[in-house]
Every structure is written in C-alpha cells, then in structure tokens.
C-alpha cells in the first residue's frame, strides 16, 4: 500500500465535506473546492477523517493512490490555510497606478477576480518589485494566469502557457517574444522600452518548464560551496549546472538567479579527419598474452623459393637410387611486442565545465591516432624499439623510376616508369595473385595515373586505355596509406605489391585509455593515457614486392 495513500486525512473544526460518487466538495473558511476523481480510487468519510483506497492493485491504481490522498489534503489546507504565491517583478518599470493600492494589497487591478487579494510589500510607492497572490487552491499559480485569459495547454508539468494578444488570438508563450505580442510594438501599437523587452524575456523564460528546477539546484548548489568556504559560490553553483540548465537561467533576471547570457557553445568537437589505418585490414592480426611469440617455420628451398614449399624436394633416380638426404631445414619465426602510449594532463575544472565530454573525445580521438601510430611502424618499422615493418621484410625489390630521376614518370616518347611497374607486378609467384594488393601514397597513385602512351593517352588514368575503377590498378585493389615512403630520394621503397596477409601483426594489448585520478591531483589535473603493445614482422617475403626509385 501507498504510504501516502493510507494516511487518513483530518478534517478540521468549520470544514464540511460532502462525497457524491467520485467527486469530493470541501468547504471552509477559505471558500469552496470540489474535484472529481478516478473510478480506480475510493473516498470515504467518518465525519472527522477521510479515508483514501483503492479498488484494485493494478499498476494505475498503485500511481494513482497517493496522488489523490495528496490532492484531497490540498483541498482541506486551502479552505482552512490557503494558498500563496510569491512573484518577483523584474525590470522595476511595474507602477502601482495600474491598480488600486488599499493597505498593502491591491485589488482587480492586475486581472485577478475579486476574491483574490494581491499583497504588495512596499506599497505606497509608485514601483513595487514583490507581489504575493494567495488563494484557497494550491494551484494558486495557475489560475492566476488563466484569470488574465491565458491558456495552458498540454501536461501541466511540461505543457505550454498560452497568452492572448491584442487580437484574441492565443499563441504560445516561449515562442518569439508572446509575452506582449511584437517585440517593439505595444498592443496599442506604441514602442515599448528596453526595459520592457527585456522584462518580456525574462519572464517568458523563467515560466519555462525547465527553469524552476534549474534555479532550485543553483540554490542548493551555491549554498554548498558557500558553507564550504568558496570564494564565488554562484560561481561554482553555475559551472555544476548542465548545459540545458545553464541556458533556462541566462535568459532569466538576475534576480530570478539568471546571469549574462554566454556564448551557445556546441557540444561537438571541430577537428581534422585522420586517414585510415590500413593494416589491420591487411595483415594477419594475432592476439598474445606474452611479449614474444615464437613460430615453427620450414625454411625456404635453397634456390627456388617462390616455386617449392620447403627445402624437401625429390629428383630422379636410377633402378638403385644411393641414398641421399634432403634436409627440410625447420626453424623458427619470432615476432616481439613493444609498448606505444599517448599521454596528456587535463584541468579536472575543464572537464568538468567544458560542453563536449572531453574525455570521451580524448579516448576516441586518442585511440584513433594510436591506432596510425601502429599503422605506420607496420609498414616503416626498424624492429628496434617498435615492430619490424614490412618494407625491412627482406622482399625483393625493382626500381620503378621513370624519365626523371627518383620518380614514377614518363614521356611520349620514352616508356619511363610504365613497362616497370608492369615488371614489378609480374615479378610476383602467381600463387600469390588471388589475394594480391597495391600499396603505396595517392601521390604515387597520381603519378601512375598521368602515364602516357606514345600518343599522349593515359595508360591508367580514369580515361585511360584500361579505364580502371577508382580503387584499382590494371585490374588489382589499391589501398592507400601515407606511411609509405617518398619519391623523390634515391632507394625510398614507394609502394608494395603483393599478398599483405603472409605479414603478421600481434597484439597483446588492445588500445586502452586509463585516468590517473591521484598523480596530478595537488595541481587539480588529471591524467590520461593510452597505451597499446604490439609487434609484427613479415613471416613470408617471397609474398611481397617492393618498387623502389
């Protein structure tokens, strides 16, 4: 059962309550309140108490039971207690000649009926800032607007007020500028002031769903950096806020807790696009938990790798062949894990106050560029210190320079690079065709685009004799990758042909982001750092060829 809901309801001396059905009429002192309620629910009376129960135990019944012991209490404090609602007027335009000053209450003269009573502190003078309007039923707010003929339409926890213009017409509040119909334009058609502008905005936000519950946690928030000896709590209060609740209060009045209205600072990062990191598609990833993994290999035939398998290969006899051994020669193939790593230091104040999740950005972001930092030591690496790339694989090489030195070219009138890119890809064993790959920079991937033929076509243009698609070379995939070296030196090693899966990429520790919370906590930062461990090596050269220049 509802612990709200069996709570009794105490109905006090000069309170009479009468039940007809489903609908409760209470009157007091206060006036007259009378609500109809669900079927669902059961309401009783002994003549001191009310009693509230429900019907069933279904799920609408369970929400509904406390709700409607609440709204009876309500009913009862407001014809005995009353209601009241304290309204902040901002701006200091509001004059008192408006209305009817009697004591300290004004009368009718903001719209209210005349059983409301509008208590004004400070009254006598011709500006008030504080007005207090009080009435029997807790939706006190509420119907003071509706008695100025708006309009609430939608939930009324999260629907919109609509106001009435000049015309009658009812439009909606937070929209542009409702309040008092144009902006620059009174009803009566005259120019309104600044202030009054100014006013209209302020009120229009803070009558959003949002701002009240914004403002309550600024309170809460800068009363606990104020008890905690902060210098500038509403400071602090403000930079705790998220960024829905910082905007409700920039728009409102400073006296309503709003501030300056900040720049809108979007909550996505603006940043370059990395490349690709190509080889992980590539090559052959295999996963470790040990800093070195170790293969058994056949060795290669001494003389005649790309056709045999292995050294053991047989030959022609006689009727009494002698006997002669062939060695296999088995040995092994290693591969080694290093460690990479990024490391950065970042403000806990930035993270906390910055719009964008700073740390989601610095993990994806970071990862992203760890992930080419691999990229690359697969393909250049020196096997000291990082992996051994595939270009120091020990593959066989043919230089491609054309009509100019150290570069893809040629004329038409001499072949230059042209019938040697052609060497190149027909140096490769057939057996290792099918799943045959270039690889190289798109620059050079321009250069082999602008070869002529003797008539000045281009052979492997997009217009060319072969008219290739985009992502292919005579008929084989290009993959593309700055980490390739240059033309333009003699000897670089610009591109790669072949199958790049015989490379072998381990990893034994995937990218990882850890926060230090602790190390750089006395300078109020903390750290970030990304580590990955990994190696790789070429475990079949005869897979790979190389064009130099």
């Given amino acids: 059962m509802s612990r709200i809901g069996r709570l009794p309801v105490t109905i006090p001396s000069g309170v009479d309550v009468a039940i007809d059905g489903q609908t409760v009429t ?27 129960e429900r019907v069933s135990d279904d799920r609408q019944a369970r929400a509904l039971h406390g709700l409607v012991r609440s709204l009876v209490q309500n009913m009862v404090t407001g014809v005995t207690d009353g209601f009241q609602k304290d309204l902040d007027i901002v701006g200091g335009f509001a004059d008192c000649s408006a209305a009817t000053p009697t004591g300290s209450t004004l009368l009718n003269g903001l719209g209210g009926s005349a059983d409301s009573v509008f208590e004004v502190r400070g009254a006598g003078t011709r500006r008030f800032t504080r007005l207090a309007i009080a009435n029997g039923d807790e939706a006190v707010g509420r119907k ?85 000896g902060e210098d500038a709590p509403w400071t602090r209060a403000m930079m705790d806020l998220d960024a829905e609740e910082r905007k409700a209060l920039s728009a409102g009045g400073e006296t309503g807790g709003g501030a300056l209205v900040p720049p809108d600072t979007q ?15 590539l090559a052959t990833i295999v996963n470790t938990s040990r800093d070195k993994v170790r293969w058994p290999r056949v060795q290669a035939h001494a003389s005649n790798g790309s056709v045999y398998s292995s050294g ?6 006689g009727e009494m062949p002698s006997w002669s051994d062939t060695d296999p020669a088995f040995g092994t193939f290693e591969v080694e894990v290093f460690k990479a790593s990024a490391r950065t230091k970042v403000g806990e104040d930035f993270v906390n106050d910055a719009e964008a999740n700073v740390l989601a950005w610095l993990a994806q ?60 890809e027909y140096s490769l064993p057939e057996q290792y065709l099918p799943n045959a790959k270039w690889l190289m920079r798109r620059l050079s991937e321009g250069r082999i685009r602008k070869l ?17 698609s985009r992502d292919e070379l005579d008929g084989y995939p290009l993959v593309r990758s700055p980490f390739l070296q240059a033309e333009g030196t003699n000897g670089n090693k610009i591109m790669t042909f072949g199958d790049h899966s015989a490379y072998i990429a ?44």
């Fill in 506 to 549: 381990v990893m034994r520790q995937q990218i990882a982001m850890r926060i230090l919370n602790e190390r750089f906590a006395d300078s109020d930062q903390l750290g970030v750092v990304l580590n990955a461990r990994a190696g790789g090596a070429l475990s079949n050269e005869d897979a790979i060829r190389i064009g130099i220049v």
């Fill in 452 to 468: 002529v033929d003797a008539q000045g076509r281009y052979m492997w243009g997009a217009s060319g004799l072969n008219s290739p």
């Fill in 144 to 228: 003071a607007l509706a008695r100025r003929g708006w309009e609430l339409k939608g939930d009324p926890m999260s629907g919109t007020w609509h106001a009435p213009t000049s015309s009658g017409e009812l439009v909606p509040m937070f929209e542009d500028d409702l309040l008092f119909g144009k902006k620059e334009i009174r009803y009566d058609g005259t120019e309104r002031s600044d202030d009054e502008r100014k006013f209209a905005e302020q009120t229009r936000a803070q009558f959003a769903p949002i701002y009240r519950p914004a403002f309550m946690r600024s309170l809460r928030l800068a009363a606990k950096y104020a008890g905690a």
């Fill in 267 to 281: 909550a996505t990062m603006i940043q370059r696009i990395a490349h690709r990191a190509v080889m992980m598609s």
């Fill in 365 to 424: 972001n970071g990862s992203e560029n760890l992930a080419l930092v691999l990229d690359e030591a697969w393909i250049n690496g020196s096997g000291s210190g990082r992996p051994l790339g595939i270009l120091a694989g020990g593959s066989s090489t043919t230089d491609v320079s054309g009509t100019t030195a150290d570069t893809i070219s040629n004329t038409t009138a001499a072949a230059g690079s042209a019938p040697l890119l052609l060497d190149l």
């Fill in 26 to 52: 209470v009157k007091g002192p206060k006036g007259e309140l009378s609500r109809t309620f669900s079927e669902l629910i059961s309401i009783s009376s002994d003549g001191e108490q009310l009693s509230v």
């Fill in 312 to 317: 053991f290969v047989g030959g022609w006899v």
